[in-house]
Nanobody, 123 residues
């Protein structure tokens, strides 16, 4: 599975961005797709997950109510709508795919990764 992320950029605090990630290859085997983020000097952290067959979603507490993950299975694309962004959320955002259980929230649970897209939130 190959993943291509896009949509990052520079936004002011309180603003919004929408990230996209399109999968190709063995897309029929995808059980879940996820967004992680990694700020400089910090560990990669879970943001949101969507299970591909049911559409059920799960979010990190820090983004609940502000971020929305959604998927278009026909386009093999997952989206992350980010609202009310905060400067501390500046990071490289990565999409990832899981072809196994589809329940993970740790980076090690995901075997396929996109290249990352930079999100910068100015204060």
């Amino acid at each position: 599975v190959q993943l291509q992320a896009s949509g990052g950029g520079l936004v002011q605090a309180g603003g919004s961005l929408r990230l996209s990630c399109t999968a190709s290859g063995r897309t029929a085997s995808i059980n879940a797709m996820c967004w992680f983020r990694q700020a400089p000097g910090k560990e990669r952290e879970f943001v949101a997950r969507i299970r591909w067959n049911t559409g059920s979603t799960y979010y990190a507490d820090s983004v609940k109510g502000r971020f929305t993950i959604s998927g278009d299975t026909a386009k093999n694309t997952v989206y992350l709508q980010m609202n009310s962004l905060k400067p501390e959320e500046s990071a490289i955002y990565y999409c990832a795919a899981d072809l196994r259980s589809g329940w993970g929230t740790r980076p090690g649970d995901y075997g396929y990764w996109g290249q990352g897209t930079q999100v910068t939130v100015s204060s």
